[in-house]
């Protein structure tokens, strides 16, 4: 099993930063993936960032160029550092950790930017 935390979530303005943090429970180099997803209000979840335990990472368009996934080599912790902040990228944030070809998830941070 593996459990996920996440935080950094919080109100920022357009154009802002901020820096979400997903806490494993196990050596993250032993996941085979660690995603990120954003709920925005009234919308699917869809998936924005991912990493591998190899290292190659993935975005979708919509945040490419402004959004990078990156992990605490020393630790269990994935990070995603979010630039250029726009209304848009409101909404919770969640970590998923593809394991042992099982998915979990973590409970979710609110991230919120006003124009």
């Known amino acids: 099993q593996v459990q996920l935390v996440e935080s950094g979530g919080g109100l920022v303005q357009a154009g802002g930063s901020l820096r979400l943090s997903c806490a494993a429970s196990?050596?993250?180099?032993?996941?085979?993936?660690i995603r990120w997803y954003r709920q925005a209000p009234g919308k699917q979840r869809e998936l924005i960032a991912s990493?591998?335990?190899?290292?190659?990472?993935n975005y979708a368009d919509s945040v490419k160029g402004r959004f990078t996934i990156f992990r605490d080599i020393a630790g269990n912790t994935v990070y995603l550092q979010m630039n250029s902040l726009k209304p848009d990228d409101t909404g919770v944030y969640y970590c998923?950790?593809?394991?042992?070809?099982?998915?979990?998830w973590g409970q979710g941070t609110q991230v919120t930017v006003s124009s």
């Open positions: 196990r050596n993250i180099f032993s996941i085979n993936y």
């Open positions: 998923n950790a593809d394991y042992r070809m099982r998915d979990y």
């Open positions: 990493i591998t335990n190899g290292g190659p990472t």
